[in-house]
């Protein structure tokens, strides 16, 4: 029975539509190691089927491979973009599933290029250092470049499957990338365990047992320490829907809600999500300048997305009012949702080209931190929290980060679920806490160590009070800065293949 069940399990993988329909399977499942279903485990599997075979692959059957399987995991992971395209772009259905099937193409071509870059240069090298050495190099290599190729979009890096993982503890010490880097390297060594099976048994298990042994150590090092200096906050989560949010005649029902439910509130901080005035701010003046009275007299600071003019540029902005001070503009903006490029040519095709609020201009990269009272607060507008140089830089001297958004652009889909487990990697990375505020959900607070203290459900209307507590001392990835901390991450494997390139071939 084993050996007819082995035969026909051949004859099904020697069928080229079934080993297709595999692999987009295989690439698909990665998804489920993310939130929200949080299977952080099933990055392995989808991994090792992927690369199993790669080294005997030519550089057409390696485009061919890589594609399949990323289109299956872009597909799975970020299809909701056409909610965003379709519900709220007001493109016809047939369009939005175009436009979001071109961006998946798009990205899987671009995830495709670390096995190109694997088998261009790497294919004849020894079996153990293409799996061991060469692929967590390329695929390295491959999400660095997606931090800033084309604007950047480092979403569904490997590395955030495993927020709930054990794998976790390396990302207060190198950063989220070590963890990518590392998937691949067991990936690696769980291939080379079914390609050369026993031989290889004793290097994989000693791998392993250090692997095992030095995350936990490391789980247990407390990089940095609660102080005694706290700050009571609460969160405004007014769950309106996208399609109303601009209309004139929400406006004033919006602004009320905000105003009045401030006003019961005693917290140190209150804070309202992304864009949260649907207006300009010289638009409301008067309306801002009653919110920072009446919060004066509590001696209560107020922090608002809005967006602010100043001569002919529009901000995507958060405004301290109150007995709090400063503003932030957002640095980075979304593509299509902020900024339409190619402009001159797009405007007026189609209402996704035509939103309210997608011309705004970019902050700059060295605003001063907000401050409420002895705390400093760093920002993070929406689409900023996935990049950590952004984050980094906004830290220096900061006691917790807090990031705006209105995710109600995803609707009811996973996006509002992978954009709070990337919020979370940061705080983990940083040592510090970090206070999410949403229109629609998910808000939360999070602590220094990633845990969620107290959220907000999507689509929840109402408010989250918290106290959160200030952080003595740094990380050493917040010490050392994403950019170095890849170069280190990087150097070890580049080292170690300028070290079998440069030694003599057995022929010589």
């Given at each position: 029975?084993?050996?007819?069940?082995?035969?026909?399990?051949?004859?099904?993988?020697?069928?080229?539509?079934?080993?297709?329909?595999?692999?987009?399977?295989?690439?698909?499942?990665?998804?489920?190691?993310?939130?929200?279903?949080?299977?952080?485990?099933?990055?392995?599997?989808?991994?090792i089927w992927l690369v199993l075979p790669l080294q005997k692959l030519n550089i057409r059957q390696t485009l061919k491979r890589g594609l399949v399987f990323n289109i299956g995991f872009y597909g799975a992971g970020i299809s909701w973009i056409h909610i965003s395209v379709h519900r709220f772009g007001e493109a016809p259905l047939w369009l939005s599933i175009f436009l979001t099937s071109i961006l998946i193409f798009l990205l899987s071509l671009f995830s495709t290029t670390a096995l190109l870059i694997l088998n261009h240069f790497f294919s004849k090298m020894n079996q153990r250092i293409y799996f061991l050495v060469a692929l967590p190099f390329s695929w390295l290599f491959m999400e660095w470049t997606s931090t800033w190729f084309l604007t950047g979009f480092p979403w569904l890096n490997l590395a955030y499957s495993q927020i709930n993982s054990p794998l976790i503890s390396?990302?207060?010490?190198?950063?989220?990338?070590?963890?990518?880097?590392?998937?691949?390297?067991?990936?690696?060594?769980?291939?080379?365990?079914?390609?050369?099976?026993?031989?290889?048994?004793?290097?994989?298990?000693?791998?392993?047992?250090?692997?095992?042994?030095?995350?936990?150590?490391?789980?247990?090092?407390?990089?940095?320490?609660?102080?005694?200096?706290?700050?009571?906050?609460?969160?405004?989560?007014?769950?309106?829907?996208?399609?109303?949010?601009?209309?004139?005649?929400?406006?004033?029902?919006?602004?009320?809600?905000?105003?009045?439910?401030?006003?019961?509130?005693?917290?140190?901080?209150?804070?309202?999500?992304?864009?949260?005035?649907?207006?300009?701010?010289?638009?409301?003046?008067?309306?801002?300048?009653?919110?920072?009275?009446?919060?004066?007299?509590?001696?209560?600071?107020?922090?608002?997305?809005?967006?602010?003019?100043?001569?002919?540029?529009?901000?995507?902005?958060?405004?301290?009012?109150?007995?709090?001070?400063?503003?932030?503009?957002?640095?980075?903006?979304?593509?299509?949702?902020?900024?339409?490029?190619?402009?001159?040519?797009?405007?007026?095709?189609?209402?996704?080209?035509?939103?309210?609020?997608?011309?705004?201009?970019?902050?700059?990269?060295?605003?001063?931190?907000?401050?409420?009272?002895?705390?400093?607060?760093?920002?993070?507008?929406?689409?900023?929290?996935?990049?950590?140089?952004?984050?980094?830089?906004?830290?220096?001297?900061?006691?917790?980060?807090?990031?705006?958004?209105?995710?109600?652009?995803?609707?009811?889909?996973?996006?509002?679920?992978?954009?709070?487990?990337?919020?979370?990697?940061?705080?983990?990375?940083?040592?510090?806490?970090?206070?999410?505020?949403?229109?629609?959900?998910?808000?939360?607070?999070?602590?220094?160590?990633?845990?969620?203290?107290?959220?907000?459900?999507?689509?929840?209307?109402?408010?989250?009070?918290?106290?959160?507590?200030?952080?003595?001392?740094?990380?050493?990835?917040?010490?050392?800065?994403?950019?170095?901390?890849?170069?280190?991450?990087?150097?070890?494997?580049?080292?170690?293949?300028?070290?079998?390139?440069?030694?003599?071939?057995?022929?010589?």
């Amino acid at each position: 029975m084993t050996a007819q069940l082995t035969l026909m399990f051949e004859r099904l993988l020697a069928n080229r539509f079934t080993k297709l329909f595999i692999t987009v399977l295989a690439g698909a499942s990665l998804v489920l190691a993310f939130a929200p279903f949080n299977y952080w485990y099933l990055v392995f599997p989808g991994l090792i089927w992927l690369v199993l075979p790669l080294q005997k692959l030519n550089i057409r059957q390696t485009l061919k491979r890589g594609l399949v399987f990323n289109i299956g995991f872009y597909g799975a992971g970020i299809s909701w973009i056409h909610i965003s395209v379709h519900r709220f772009g007001e493109a016809p259905l047939w369009l939005s599933i175009f436009l979001t099937s071109i961006l998946i193409f798009l990205l899987s071509l671009f995830s495709t290029t670390a096995l190109l870059i694997l088998n261009h240069f790497f294919s004849k090298m020894n079996q153990r250092i293409y799996f061991l050495v060469a692929l967590p190099f390329s695929w390295l290599f491959m999400e660095w470049t997606s931090t800033w190729f084309l604007t950047g979009f480092p979403w569904l890096n490997l590395a955030y499957s495993q927020i709930n993982s054990p794998l976790i503890s390396l990302a207060p010490l190198m950063g989220s990338a070590a963890i990518s880097l590392l998937i691949v390297f067991i990936a690696g060594i769980l291939s080379l365990l079914i390609l050369e099976g026993k031989s290889f048994i004793r290097f994989a298990s000693f791998s392993m047992i250090f692997i095992v042994g030095s995350l936990a150590y490391t789980a247990q090092i407390p990089w940095v320490h609660p102080t005694d200096k706290t700050l009571s906050i609460s969160l405004i989560q007014p769950n309106i829907s996208q399609d109303k949010k601009w209309k004139i005649e929400e406006r004033i029902k919006t602004l009320e809600y905000f105003r009045d439910t401030t006003d019961t509130l005693d917290a140190q901080l209150v804070i309202w999500p992304e864009g949260a005035v649907p207006a300009l701010a010289r638009s409301v003046s008067n309306y801002l300048l009653n919110v920072d009275i009446k919060a004066r007299k509590k001696s209560q600071a107020v922090l608002t997305g809005i967006a602010v003019l100043e001569g002919d540029d529009i901000y995507n902005a958060t405004l301290m009012l109150g007995s709090g001070e400063g503003k932030y503009y957002k640095q980075h903006l979304l593509p299509f949702g902020e900024f339409v490029p190619f402009e001159s040519v797009l405007r007026g095709l189609i209402a996704l080209f035509d939103l309210p609020m997608s011309s705004f201009s970019e902050g700059s990269d060295d605003q001063p931190l907000l401050t409420v009272g002895d705390w400093n607060i760093a920002m993070a507008l929406c689409y900023e929290i996935i990049f950590q140089d952004i984050v980094a830089n906004q830290l220096e001297g900061a006691d917790v980060l807090i990031t705006l958004s209105n995710d109600a652009w995803f609707g009811d889909s996973l996006g509002a679920y992978q954009h709070l487990e990337i919020a979370r990697m940061r705080a983990i990375e940083n040592g510090v806490p970090v206070i999410r505020a949403t229109n629609d959900g998910i808000s939360a607070v999070i602590d220094h160590r990633g845990k969620i203290q107290a959220k907000l459900v999507k689509f929840e209307k109402g408010v989250l009070s918290q106290t959160i507590t200030a952080i003595d001392g740094k990380t050493p990835f917040r010490n050392l800065g994403p950019a170095l901390s890849f170069l280190i991450l990087l150097s070890i494997p580049a080292l170690v293949l300028m070290f079998e390139f440069g030694r003599p071939s057995k022929k010589d």
